[in-house]
């Protein structure tokens, strides 16, 4: 009865590999969203998606590819991973624009 | 830019007592704000929200008030619990659907 799950929960990594994190939420949400978490907690938006439409894209390097197949879902692909890449990474979901934000319980992403 | 910011990044607090967690932020254009609770090795967990056309909204144990005047956020939590230690974080929202989340502020419980 998870409402937002992520997969995996911890991914340790090489610098250069190409690597996925998936997301899935069952609320029936239509907006979902990709945050980074730093080492000093300080949470930022990445993505987010309306209907498996782009909706925001901060300045997120082009190694970052978030996909959409269908609205309970939003994966995010990593190209060429860097060590500054190791993060927190929190999917979330909202019923629509200007509502609460629901959040997975994150994925640790170390790159050595 | 914009950004939202807490006054202390660190409150201890015993048992029983009451928490107020502080925050500001600089948008004023922002006119939806969210108080989560994040504990250790989870993701956020919502707690309140309020919009701008209030200034005072209660729930179970804690009240978020809003003073717009000087773009002020706060989260009371009453009867404090060990439970309730965590890191807070304050969010503002305005019509980018963006949430620009503050620094955080650990809470402390000790009996």
Known sequence: ????SQTPKYLVTQMGNDKSIKCEQNL?????????QDSKKFLKIMFSYNNKELI??????NRFS???PDKAHLNLHINSLELGDSA????????GQGREQYFGPGTRLTVT | ????GLHLPTLSVQEGDNSI??????????????????????????IIDIRSNMDKRQGQRV?????????????QIAATQPGDSAVYFCAECSNTDKLIFGTGTRLQVFP
Do not use: R
């Open chain 1, 88 to 95: 927190v990474y929190f999917c979330a979901s909202s019923p």
């Open chain 1, 28 to 36: 029936g949400h239509d907006t979902m969203y990709w945050y980074k």
């Open chain 2, 1 to 4: 830019g914009e950004s939202v």
């Open chain 2, 21 to 46: 967690i502080n925050c500001a932020y600089s948008n004023s254009a922002s006119d939806y704000f969210i108080w989560y609770k994040q504990e250790s090795g989870k993701g956020p967990q919502f």
């Open chain 1, 66 to 68: 978030p996909k959409s």
């Open chain 2, 63 to 75: 009240t978020v008030l809003l003073n717009k005047t000087v773009k002020h956020l706060s989260l």
């Open chain 1, 1 to 4: 009865d998870t409402a937002v």
């Open chain 1, 56 to 61: 925001i894209n901060e300045t997120v390097p």
